[in-house]
């Protein structure tokens, strides 16, 4: 059984290092960027996630009894940084974006200045919490926008790497825009609404498609989604207009029907129109099955009589784009710039800071500049906030519906170019005067 906490998810590199620092009695105040290399296929932007969970595992961070007992156990840490390790707390100041804004490629979502083994020990768990959570905030973000209005469901947590991927997925999606999920743990955790149909298994266990429709909804009457496509999907339709005529003599009512399989246009065509004829224009018609933002976009376009879409595999796994390249790289160090000059892995030194312009309501391009510039005069709103000091957050958790609503208002001020479910165009991003020429001046002191 796992009894450990997540701080003893780091990379042992980061301790070990952290034993050279502590022996050799460096304590710089060092800062670390987090920010995302490029893009993967078909995006161009970034939904800044996780951001409210990195912060609460800096607050809380530190090694229990159990975690110093491992460390002892499997690393060849020297014991006395291992005591030094049991009063390890987190003390820095991290300046961070709020959750839920758009953010683009070589941009810090957050950034964290502590003493260096502070900062540097913490890398691993920021970096796992924010990509997974951004990378799936995108990749719902696209599908909410195939779907043009129709509400999402995420179906995906049996596919997810892991039950935490699956809650991470979960939370994702719904401060996407899905309209809820079917992982209860998920939902009960943050407030959002439980939805549920039923399986295959459910039909075999009857004798026969009507009598497993009749019993769902005898326990049901309300929340009825009957899953039509076990054998002959369009007899299961038929099935399921009795069973809802019998229904509506008691006062009940099939709410949809779903379809998981099939050629789920032509299908949702013959079904929607098997359901108005019989007098049941108010049954919605869901589909589920494998499909991401480029199936739904066809099936929208299309103009197939779907009303909503179950969301699994695809999107759990972020299938098409099933990584970040994330990185949280050293910037500045005792008030000196710090760089990498590696081929094709540069970085720019200094602490930094984001500026937005916007023109009639769209965002028009972002200035990076360092964290002690003054800002632009035609943007002069910093988008990186001081959210902790002295180790401590400075605000409470937002609610998730603010974060929602925050995802929402950002996604509406994008330009539609950039928005493009395939082959979308750069955003635009300048970097300041003076962080062009700290690059130089570091490339020249390597030379």
């Not at 049996?158 to 809650?167: C, K, M």
């Not at 207009?241 to 099939?254: F, K, L």
């Not at 066809?298 to 179950?310: E, M």
């Not at 925050?406 to 950039?418: K, M, Y």
Request: with cysteine; proline share 4%; charged share 25%.
């Amino acid at each position: 059984m796992n009894q450990y906490r997540k701080e003893l998810s780091v990379d042992l590199y980061e301790l070990t290092m952290s034993e050279v620092f502590w022996r050799q009695g460096l304590d710089s105040s060092a800062t670390f960027s987090l920010f995302f290399r490029g893009y993967p296929k078909d995006r161009a932007y970034y939904i800044a996630s996780g951001i409210d969970d990195a912060l609460d595992f800096l607050q809380d961070f530190h090694f229990s009894a159990d975690e110093i007992r491992a460390i002892r156990d499997v690393t060849p840490l020297a014991d006395e940084f291992i005591d030094f390790l049991t009063d390890l707390r987190f003390s820095g100041t991290v300046r961070a974006v709020p959750e839920g804004t758009i953010v683009f490629a070589d941009e810090p979502l957050l950034e964290v200045t502590a003493p260096i083994i502070e900062a540097q020990i913490v890398e691993t768990m920021l970096l796992n919490i924010i990509t997974t959570a951004s990378l799936l905030a995108i990749k719902a973000a696209r599908i909410v926008q195939a779907a043009d209005g129709r509400p999402v469901v995420d179906f995906g947590s049996r596919r997810t790497h892991g039950e935490d991927a699956a809650i991470a997925a979960a939370r994702a999606g719904y401060i996407s825009g899905f309209a809820g999920t079917s992982n209860v743990k998920a939902a009960a955790l943050y407030s959002i609404s439980a939805y549920g149909t039923m399986a295959h298994s459910f039909i075999q266990a009857f004798d026969d498609e009507a009598t497993a429709f009749a019993n769902y909804i005898d326990e049901f009457p309300e929340t009825t989604t009957l899953l039509v496509d076990t054998y002959d999907t369009l007899e299961g339709v038929r099935n399921a207009i009795r069973v809802a005529e019998q229904a509506r003599s008691r006062g009940s009512a099939v709410n949809a029907i779903r379809l998981d399989s099939g050629d789920l246009g032509e299908l949702a065509r013959a079904a929607r129109a098997l359901l108005d004829e019989a007098g049941f224009p108010q049954i919605r018609i869901m589909a589920s099955g494998g499909l991401d933002e480029h199936s739904i976009s066809r099936l929208v376009d299309s103009g197939a009589p779907i009303d909503a879409f179950g969301v699994g595999t695809r999107f759990g796994t972020s299938a098409d784009a099933p990584y970040i390249d994330s990185v949280y790289k050293l910037v500045e160090i005792d008030g000196r710039p710090v760089t990498k000059l590696s081929t094709a892995k540069v970085t720019r030194p200094w602490a930094k800071q984001i500026f937005r312009r916007f023109e009639d309501g769209l965002m028009r391009g972002d200035v990076l500049t360092r964290s002690t510039s003054p800002p632009p005069s035609d943007c002069p709103h910093p988008m990186l906030v001081t959210v902790m000091e002295a180790g401590e957050r400075l605000e409470q958790n937002e609610s998730i519906a603010t974060i929602r609503e925050r995802v929402a208002s950002n996604l509406r001020c994008i330009p539609e170019d950039i928005r493009e479910l395939e082959n979308p165009a750069t955003y635009p991003v300048e970097y300041s005067d003076d962080l062009t020429s700290a690059k130089l001046n570091a490339s020249k002191q390597h030379d």
